[in-house]
């Protein structure tokens, strides 16, 4: 999950590509391909699943707006959660930087009473 931009990226489960699912799909891909894509559906289910999930779509340029709707939606959801994390280490700074000043303001005010008392007992 390193790369967040493209809802399809490959994992080490997924060998195949958006291209060669729709070539299987639509009968297009030549044997070797047709095999390559039903051992791995046979040895994973994720892949299996995703071929079941592509068969519902007629037509390829579908799902290829589908892939760019969900990209869109995982970038804005990404982009949505960096920006809460940015927020919630300035407010950390911050609470750092408010008891620096006030542990500062302290010692000049002890400072302060300590120098006063000096001048008033002599």
């Not at 809802?7 to 390559?36: K, P, T, V, W």
């Not at 799902?63 to 949505?80: D, G, I, P, S």
């Not at 940015?86 to 407010?91: F, S």
């Amino acid at each position: 999950m390193t790369d967040l931009k493209d809802i399809l990226n490959h994992d080490d489960e997924l060998d195949l590509s958006s291209e060669e699912m729709i070539r299987y799909l639509q009968g297009e891909a030549s044997e070797e391909e047709r095999f390559a894509v039903e051992k791995q559906m046979a040895d994973s289910s994720f892949v299996n699943e995703a071929i079941e999930g592509l068969q519902d779509f007629k037509d390829p340029a579908q799902v290829q707006e589908y892939v760019a709707q969900l990209n869109r939606q995982l970038q804005k959801h990404t982009a949505r959660k960096i920006a809460r994390k940015k927020k919630r280490r300035l407010r950390k700074d911050e609470t750092w930087l408010i008891v620096a000043i006030l542990g500062i303001l302290l010692l000049c005010a002890f400072g302060y009473l300590v120098i006063h008392h000096f001048y008033t007992v002599k």
